[in-house]
């Protein structure tokens, strides 16, 4: 899929540790926070890794110079976000944990990530690449990885069913390509750039024996909020431009009425939509 | 009195829905007015006027080979121009994305996924999927608030008062993505799935066949929807796809046929007003969250559907 490799690349992958979505989940506190227990890599960030991992391998992958970092930000158990992605085969991991953290909306997340991102690239050199997934799949409001691009000045192609980077003159480009509602597009950035790719990009892989076993000899930095020069009082609770007053749980839809076919249930089914006025 | 800035994508006419319904829901806290991302022909104007808009701020240049950073970097300038108490916008992808970054450049806290906005800019919000209802307050700078299409009733056209036009120059967006390329899909006719106000939605009973599907969506004026299952088979296109990794809606009615309703697909309709449900297991959690449920064939049921409402029109 790629042309001719010689540009490694320095891959930043977003990933989040949350709640699994397939079980009961609760806003609790007062600050109408998501219990954190049962958390996992979200299942879309799997997708992000994926891409970021057949990037660097079509040019050479590590032995090359491709680096492919795993960055979470969350509390101490956050860290598993970062070693699944390790077992599932990113190169190092970073874990932004810091207290004053909590409680951090879409522009503190965006402003401790930013800065996380410049930080690696302090250590490393330039970062080419920040790939993210759709959607987290507990607060899905899609709002940091743009807030990300705003605040790092990087181009941005989101929404990516398709991810590639091409050498145009030796120098790479993101391609990619966009599904619409009424139209397919298809994008191209410079470098660096950020990227979020959808659940079509590719088909994520699984950790095997061998990765579980690498992953434990790979790095995670620890970094806190003192560490990428970030103000605690800019981020959390505190720092945060949104607040949720008030948070209640949906009441539960009571089941209705319930008929078995007997012939007549196409007939029966207009009857309700006339009696409800939908038709 | 306050202003509330309305920002458009769309030049469509006659004016979308979803544009009506912002424009509406601005006259409930303020004075509208439209940052249109297009510019505007006369028709238009005459639309947004009609729709209680005294004022429009159009890009003195085309913003749209670019992606949303131009769209962002309009939407700021106009706001500064404007000093606005909100700015409202759609809950589309791409809406959401203008409202991230124009909350960036302005220092503006952004609430998506609104279902209502208070007068006094208090905002409910659907979260989890639908589980939970949350009431949220933008505490920095001017809130900007993503609101889903179907929350409120669009008013009545008002008789058209003057709008008064402000061109905004084009700033510079930063590095942005270009499209190259453009290619249009089958049109359907249909409405979109995530403004629509009914969705006749398939799953995996569906075996490959979406015509009954298709056929009771058309009769109804709605949407064509898709259960993940349905969707990674290849029978319809992706972008139909409703749930945790598809779209979110809100419909007055929802029909599901030959879809079980796990969490996956729940998460993106059980907001919906009114559920039906079709499917020939009685055990299908669909059959929980229905107002109406019928144990059946999707393959006699619809078609007997379709060809009763036909009979009832004639």
Not at chain 2, 117 to 125: F, I, N, Q, S
């Amino acid at each position: 899929m790629q042309e001719s490799a010689t540009h490694p690349l320095n891959i930043v992958v977003l990933v989040k540790h949350v709640p699994d979505a397939q079980f009961d989940r609760h806003l609790t506190g007062p600050g109408h926070t998501l219990n954190r227990a049962e958390s996992i890599l979200s299942e879309l960030d799997e997708y992000a890794l994926e891409a970021a991992l057949q990037l660097a391998e079509a040019r050479g992958g590590e032995a090359a110079g491709n680096r492919v970092t795993a960055l979470a930000m969350g509390p101490a158990a956050a860290v598993n976000a970062v070693k699944k992605s390790l077992q599932i085969g990113a190169y190092a991991g970073v874990h932004l944990n810091d207290d004053a953290l909590a409680g951090s909306d879409a522009a503190g997340t965006s402003l401790a990530l930013a800065a996380a991102v410049r930080a690696i690239a302090d250590s490393q050199g330039p970062v080419d690449l920040v790939i993210t997934g759709m959607a987290s799949t507990d607060g899905e409001t899609s709002l940091v990885p743009a807030q990300l691009a705003e605040r790092l000045q990087l181009a941005q192609v989101t929404f990516a069913s398709e991810l590639d980077v091409a050498d145009v003159d030796g120098v790479p480009v993101v391609k990619a390509r966009r599904d619409g509602d009424s139209f397919t597009e298809t994008v191209e950035a410079p470098l660096p750039a950020l990227v979020s790719v959808t659940d079509q990009a590719n088909s994520p892989r699984y950790p095997n024996f061998k990765g579980i076993m690498a992953a434990k000899k790979k790095p995670v930095t620890v970094l806190t909020l003192a560490e990428i020069g970030v103000d605690p009082a800019q981020v959390g609770f505190d720092g945060a431009w949104t607040a949720v007053a008030a948070s209640a749980p949906r009441p539960p839809r009571s089941q209705g009425t319930i008929i078995t076919d007997d012939g007549t249930a196409g007939v029966q089914l207009v009857e309700y939509l006339a009696a409800q006025k939908l038709i | 009195m306050a202003s509330v800035l309305v920002f458009l994508d769309v030049p469509a006419l006659p004016l979308p829905r979803a544009a009506r319904e912002l424009l509406t829901l601005a006259r409930t806290v303020g004075e509208p007015v439209v940052a249109a991302a297009h510019r505007a022909e006369p028709a238009m104007l005459e639309a947004l006027a009609a729709n209680g808009a005294v004022k429009v701020y159009e890009p003195a240049g085309e913003l749209d080979t670019v992606l949303v950073a131009a769209k962002a970097a309009f939407l700021a300038d106009a706001a500064n121009a404007e000093q606005p108490a909100a700015i409202l916008l759609g809950n589309s992808f791409e809406d959401r994305e203008i409202a991230a970054r124009a909350g960036i450049k302005l220092g503006s806290g952004v609430i998506t996924d609104a279902v209502a906005v208070a007068p006094d800019l208090a905002v409910t919000k659907s979260v989890l999927a639908g589980s939970y209802t949350s009431t949220c307050r933008v505490r920095t700078g001017t809130p900007i608030i993503t609101v889903k299409a179907n929350s409120v009733e669009p008013a009545p056209e008002v008789p058209a008062t003057s709008l008064e036009r402000v061109e905004v120059p084009l700033s510079a967006a930063g590095p942005a993505a270009r499209v190259t390329g453009r290619s249009g899909k089958r049109v359907s006719g249909r409405p979109e799935l995530a403004e629509a106000r009914v969705i006749v939605a398939g799953g995996r009973g569906m075996d490959g066949d979406f015509g009954p599907v298709e056929e009771l969506a058309d009769l109804l004026g709605g949407a064509v929807g898709a259960s993940r299952a349905a969707t990674d088979a290849g029978w319809i296109e992706h972008s139909a796809q409703v749930g945790q990794t598809g779209k979110t809606v809100s419909p007055q009615l929802y029909i599901s046929a030959g879809i079980s309703g796990a969490i996956q697909q729940k998460a993106g309709m059980q907001t919906a007003k009114v559920i039906v449900a079709v499917n020939k297991d009685a055990d299908a959690p669909v059959f929980e969250i229905a107002d109406f449920g019928i144990v059946g064939d999707v393959f006699s049921v619809l078609p007997q559907a379709a060809e009763e409402i036909r009979k009832r029109r004639a």
